[in-house]
């Protein structure tokens, strides 16, 4: 990986092309954006007014080079009721833990979208399966070679190429685990103001290297939650878990007791601006499903009777905030809630209930955690067992596969299909289905 692409400092100009089939016989608009090293000559090209519902075709020229046509896709209209959509959901792409199979699968299917909960990077890629020999980064520098590293892999291009992507972060666009502005133990940058330094600079190369309509981030505050609509038949909120959350107060470590801090109305995940956006969003939408894509799980997942182990940087570490959002979700009347989630490398099907501990409470919304595309996620697989036993709401999982998850949504039912990679350690490995669920209009989730 050489610093800055091998680009230089000079501004280099990029042509696009927007076509109305696969081949590029006919043009339907193009352009050329002006890049330059500031923004590590990344561009982002935003149309709008295009037809809604609509495949379009593109390609990007630079000097002598141009890139293959990949294929992108408008939402349908505002209002209307589309028959149906396919969602990939996909997180956790660890590229030194396994090939991504998942994104080869991915690249052969016909979707409207895909969307990303994030570990869309890891800050570190030790050599388990392949190395990515970089040092963790700390700087822009170091981030833009880590994503270097990462998006010259032809499954993930091929992935790209075939749909457009709604992305979101988790902790390893930044570092492990952090809570808002606070890194985790034993960080490189162990201080407040070097880890916002250090933030600023993932963001910016964040942004850098993903299809977002966002602006660039002027510092380490950068908000990126944000909606969008698949006409009256998906409302989709793109949540962010990490960069307002409290920092755990309950324990040092990520398993442990939860303290009476955890229940204090202010101890938040998504900090008040953001929870005050997804209210008015909720309140304000009349779609078939109510969509939440973001990364840590919300279920409870219950090790053992009582109070004393909880994953504290779940969901289940801010109880008081959960509920929030639950209430939130049923004030609003919300149709059929469903939150798409990634984080733990493992595959979890259950209901979002009032209380997780009742098996005859409300149930308000579904959650699916989709598996990891490469990230080990074999710690999990002997926790399963007890975990289910001891959550009623919790339908199912596994933590030995990775794969993607595909969503299939018409207006009377939504179908989840966790496509799972055989061995993701090996190249090439088989993929199939390993298990599906429906949540019909108005209902709960069951097995197909
Ligand atoms: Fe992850």
Request: glycine share 8%; charged share 25%; proline share 7%.
């Amino acid at each position: 990986m050489v610093p800055d692409g091998g680009m230089g400092p000079e501004p280099v100009t990029i042509g696009w092309q927007l076509g109305a089939d696969e081949n590029m016989a006919e043009i339907i608009a193009s352009g050329e954006v002006v890049t330059d090293a500031a923004f590590a000559h990344s561009a982002h090209v935003d149309l709008r007014d295009l037809e809604p519902a609509r495949t379009y075709w593109y390609r990007f020229f630079v000097g002598a080079y141009e890139t293959e046509i990949a294929r992108t896709r408008t939402t349908p209209a505002p209002g209307d009721m589309a028959e149906r959509l396919v969602l990939g959901h996909v997180s956790c792409q660890r590229i030194s833990q396994g090939y991504w199979t998942a994104f080869d699968d991915m690249a052969e299917h016909d979707l409207d979208a895909v969307l990303h909960c994030g570990d869309y990077i890891y800050e570190r890629n030790s050599a388990d399966v392949r190395e990515l020999d970089l040092p963790e980064p700390v700087d822009l520098a170091g981030y833009r070679l880590v994503y270097g590293g990462y998006k010259r892999e032809a499954p993930l291009q091929a992935a790209h190429r075939v749909a457009p992507w709604v992305v979101t972060w988790d902790d390893h666009e930044v570092e492990n685990n952090y809570q808002g502005d606070v890194p985790k133990k034993g960080s490189q940058t162990p201080d407040r103001d070097s880890f916002l330094a250090r933030r600023a600079a993932a963001y910016q190369a964040w942004w850098e290297h993903m299809p977002v309509r966002l602006p660039a981030p002027t510092g380490p505050d950068w908000p990126i939650h944000r909606g969008i609509d698949f006409g009256r038949l998906v409302s989709l909120s793109v949540l962010d878990t990490r960069q307002y959350r409290s920092d755990q107060v309950c324990a040092p470590a990520d398993i442990g007791p939860r303290c009476e801090g955890a229940f204090d109305p202010d101890f938040t995940v998504l900090g008040a601006e953001q929870e005050g956006w997804l209210r008015g969003r909720l309140a304000g939408s009349d779609s078939r499903f109510t969509v939440l894509q973001q990364q840590v799980v919300m279920q409870q997942w219950r090790f053992l009777p009582g109070d004393q182990a909880w994953n504290l940087d779940q969901w289940d570490g801010y109880p008081a905030a959960r509920r929030r959002l639950l209430d939130d979700l049923r004030a609003t009347e919300s149709a059929n809630p469903v939150v798409l989630t990634g984080d733990v490398h493992s595959s979890w099907v259950g209901s979002l209930a009032l209380d997780f501990d009742d098996p005859d409470a409300e149930v308000v919304g579904t959650e699916f955690v989709g598996t990891s595309v490469s990230s080990n996620g074999d710690l999990l697989e002997p926790v399963i067992p007890a975990v289910l036993a001891q959550s009623p709401h919790l339908r199912w999982a596994q933590a030995t596969n990775r794969g993607w998850t595909r969503h299939v949504v018409t207006p009377d039912e939504w179908r989840a299909e966790f496509r799972e990679v055989e061995d993701a350690t090996v190249e090439g490995s088989p993929v199939g289905v390993g298990t599906t669920w429906l949540v019909p209009d108005g209902g709960a989730v069951t097995s197909a």
